[in-house]
């Protein structure tokens, strides 16, 4: 069965601090992509990754980054977390072609205090 | 851009009612389209999807039809469960190219007893 697993469910984190979410997928998927979502304004998408080494901004990429190493794993980064990321962050992956549905993870909720 | 309209939440229904969410989008081409449920304190996960124009995706008693004509991909039940209570989502990805999806901002349902 398709299982994309996130690393942590709930994060508390300082302001300041960097912060790394992590998210693995066991269906060799060539695109990631990281979302948060919002209550009101729905999912958003920060980065997406095509293949290794390889990512494109979404549509808020602001003060994230990413890093995909391995196919299998991909990386969100908050280089300097600050209380308006707060947040529920969503991994998904899906295969490459046709009208592949992408598959989440459970999600992590992110609170920085 | 692209881009998917839902009607606003919440919706509450008692049990054995017919639900109607709508969702309705613009985009070029011929979009794939797609409905995702997340249940509390989970991901999402694929409902039913529709690939071209007059398809009918259906799961688990959920019914959407793909309509060109009125660009609009209702979501549809004829008898609602209590189970039934989570977040729905509308999303279409554009034809050819990227793999991104768009998704609408999500309709809360609560199924009462």
């Known amino acids: 069965d398709v299982k994309v697993t996130q690393s942590s469910r709930y994060l508390v984190k300082r302001t300041g601090e960097k912060v790394f979410l992590e998210c693995v997928q066991d269906?060799?998927?060539?695109?990631m992509f990281w979302y948060r979502q919002d209550p009101g304004l729905g999912l958003r998408l920060i980065y997406f990754s095509y293949d290794v080494k390889m990512k494109e901004k979404g549509d808020i990429p602001e003060g994230y980054s990413v890093s995909r190493e391995k196919k299998e794993r991909f990386s969100l980064i908050l280089e300097s977390a600050s209380t308006n990321q707060t947040s529920m962050y969503l991994c998904a992956s899906t295969k490459i072609g046709g009208h592949q549905p992408q598959h989440f993870g459970d999600g992590t909720r992110l609170s920085i205090l | 851009g692209d881009s998917v309209t839902q009607m606003e939440g919440p919706v509450t229904l008692s049990e054995e009612a017919f639900l109607t969410i709508n969702c309705t989008y613009t985009?070029?081409?011929?979009?794939?389209l797609f409905w995702y449920v997340q249940y509390p304190g989970e991901g999402l996960q694929l409902l039913l999807k529709a690939t071209k124009a007059d398809d009918k995706g259906s799961n688990k008693g959920f019914e959407a039809t793909y309509r060109k004509e009125t660009t609009s991909f209702h979501l549809e039940k004829g008898s609602v469960q209590v189970s039934d209570s989570a977040v729905y989502f509308c999303?279409?990805?554009?034809?050819?190219?990227?793999?991104?999806?768009?998704f609408g901002k999500g309709t809360k349902l609560t199924v009462n007893p």
């Open positions: 985009a070029t081409g011929y979009p794939s």
């Open positions: 999303a279409l990805r554009t034809q050819g190219g990227s793999e991104k999806l768009v």
């Open positions: 269906m060799d998927h060539e695109n």
